[in-house]
């Protein structure tokens, strides 16, 4: 059975989550989140401070905690679900669920592949570019709609940089400030972080993505 306390852990864990704005994340008992897409192309990582430990590790399914979480509340009216045993049955429904152990030891290795390899690109790799308040240069790329499909923008000196971007992403407000470090990759590509400052909610979002060179 929920109790309030494990409740509230519940509901501190499902705001983590969908803080990242990906599918797939990963949550730490040290307070960091991290999260990808389903092909673990791009990398979001949540950086603010943990007022409530989270007891293990999670790899979580962002679909399926919403829908757990709409479940659990629709006839409760504390908002806590006595059918479950938290945090061992729900990490055994919402890490396991429709995935076997050896899926869930896959997404857990390639989410950490990926976190580990932009880490290490961030202490190794020369910064090559800067710029505070980015999403004032090319405010268009913050705003796109889902009609807008993909569009491409250049910018920096000379217009060296190209960049896509769509609709999914950049999650932003007009009223938060987003800046932009870039760093070189390789003689093919380069990485870009965008740092989405989330001043009301008082944490940041960093946005890692990996573009092609001109």
Known sequence: MINQKDGELLEHIFTMVKRVKKPIVKIFPDGRVIG???????????????DIPVPCVFVIDTKEISAFMREI???????YCPKFD???E?????????LSLENHLELNYRIDELYNRVISQELTKPVIY????????????FSLKVSDGAKMYSFGVDKKFLMSSFNAIHPSTKTEKVDLVIRDSDIYSYTAEFIIHKKKE??????ILRFRKL
């Open 86 to 88: 938290f945090p061992y």
């Open 36 to 50: 990808t897409d389903e092909q673990f192309a791009s990398l979001n990582i949540v950086t603010s401070l943990c």
């Open 202 to 207: 008082n944490y940041d979002l960093h946005e």
């Open 90 to 98: 729900f990490k055994n429904i919402y890490i396991n669920n429709k």
């Open 73 to 79: 509340t629709k006839d409760d009216k504390k908002g």
């Open 130 to 141: 800067m710029e505070e308040e980015f999403n004032k240069s090319i405010p268009e790329m």
